[in-house]
């Protein structure tokens, strides 16, 4: 076996621009990162930056195609011992002028995905007695709001079905959290939409991943479910 081969495997579902890629990095210098995404360009490019990163494009809101690639993941790389639940699909509208599809979408990718991660990887998980399932969320989990009818009620289900995994399977030494992310992530697109407000108003990617870096590899003895971050201006 080589050191390559030696090393333990992450699986990061949603690699996009922003939190998506910076996680491939942080998680590359420890693990083999499986980056699972629906673009292939970002993907390959991603691959040939990071040592270690292998790309497995999908749609995860296609269940059967995702659970395809986990397997395939698990039969090239290995068992994954971390996963990192960070697809984000939805729109903004009221609820009387919503597209039902797009909603229905954004269940699919935001919360039935998260069914299919922890249905294929979880019990390996359990089998070895140690394991991670992080999912990173937002604020529309634990409230609604009216133009965000497109999109909390998918992130809602994603954080209770998260916490009721991790009820199921602390005690088999797998340990679920969920990390709110309060905040603005600083990307080529929402630098577009917030043109007028100051850096700070933004969260950079890097300092999310650093979060989920610390929640993955928390002692035994102390360990999160909710997790919050939030710019130090931002009200709450």
């Not at 699919?108 to 007695?129: D, F, K, Y």
């Not at 933004?202 to 939030?230: D, G, K, N, Y």
């Amino acid at each position: 076996m080589t050191s390559d081969e030696a090393r333990p495997v992450c699986v990061i579902v949603g690699v996009g621009p922003g939190t998506g890629a910076a996680l491939v990095r942080r998680f590359a210098s420890e693990y083999r990162v499986a980056m699972i995404a629906r673009s292939v360009e970002r993907l390959e490019a991603l691959a040939a930056e990071v040592e270690g990163a292998v790309a497995y494009p999908c749609d995860v809101g296609d269940g059967e195609a995702f659970v395809e690639t986990l397997r395939r993941i698990g039969e090239e790389l290995g068992a994954p011992s971390v996963a990192v639940h960070n697809p984000v699909v939805g729109a903004r509208g009221r609820y009387d002028e919503l597209d039902p599809a797009i909603l229905a979408e954004s269940l699919a990718t935001n919360a039935m995905s998260l069914l299919h991660l922890a249905q294929e990887l979880v019990p390996r998980m359990v089998e070895a007695g140690e394991g991670m399932l992080l999912c990173t969320g937002s604020t529309g989990a634990y409230e609604g709001s009216v133009p965000m009818t497109g999109y909390a009620p998918s992130r809602a289900a994603q954080r209770v079905l998260a916490e009721s995994i991790a009820k199921t399977v602390a005690g088999d030494g797998v340990h679920v959290a969920y990390l709110v992310i309060d905040g603005v992530i600083d990307t080529p697109s929402m630098r577009r939409v917030y043109a007028d407000e100051a850096d700070d108003f933004f969260m950079t990617p890097e300092v999310v991943a650093e979060e989920c870096w610390r929640l993955v590899h928390q002692p035994r003895s102390a360990w999160s479910f909710r997790a919050e971050i939030r710019p130090s201006h931002r009200g709450w």
